[in-house]
Nanobody, 123 residues
């Protein structure tokens, strides 16, 4: 299994970025795809999740500003981030899980991870 993120970069406050995560080898039993982020000195936290039936859910930090979506034909997960703030600065990771899906699922329960992509928002 391989997950590979791209699309990170540096933007100013109020800017937008679109992260991509190309997946290969994921089992058909995958029930959840998610975006996490980790800022320096902080715990890894969930940003948005996508259930296998297409339903989405967002943590408070991303609600109203971030949109998670997936192109099944291209095996690619996206995170559209708008109205970015300095506190969004972090390494962003995509993840997949075979068994559970929900904002309550902690990062250490996920089965598969990408290498991360840096997002930096300057004021």
């Amino acid at each position: 299994v391989q997950l590979m993120e791209s699309g990170g970069g540096s933007v100013q406050t109020g800017g937008s970025l679109r992260l991509s995560c190309v997946g290969s080898g994921l089992p058909s039993s995958t029930v959840c795809m998610a975006w996490f982020r980790q800022a320096p000195g902080k715990e890894r936290e969930v940003v948005a999740i996508l259930f296998s039936d297409g339903k989405t859910n967002y943590a408070a930090a991303g609600k109203g500003r971030f949109t998670i979506s997936k192109d099944n034909a291209k095996n690619t997960l996206f995170l559209q981030m708008n109205s970015l703030k300095p506190e969004d600065t972090a390494v962003y990771y995509c993840a997949a899980d075979r068994e559970y899906c929900g904002l309550w699922v902690t990062w250490d329960q996920y089965n598969y991870w990408g290498q991360g992509t840096q997002v930096t928002v300057s004021s």
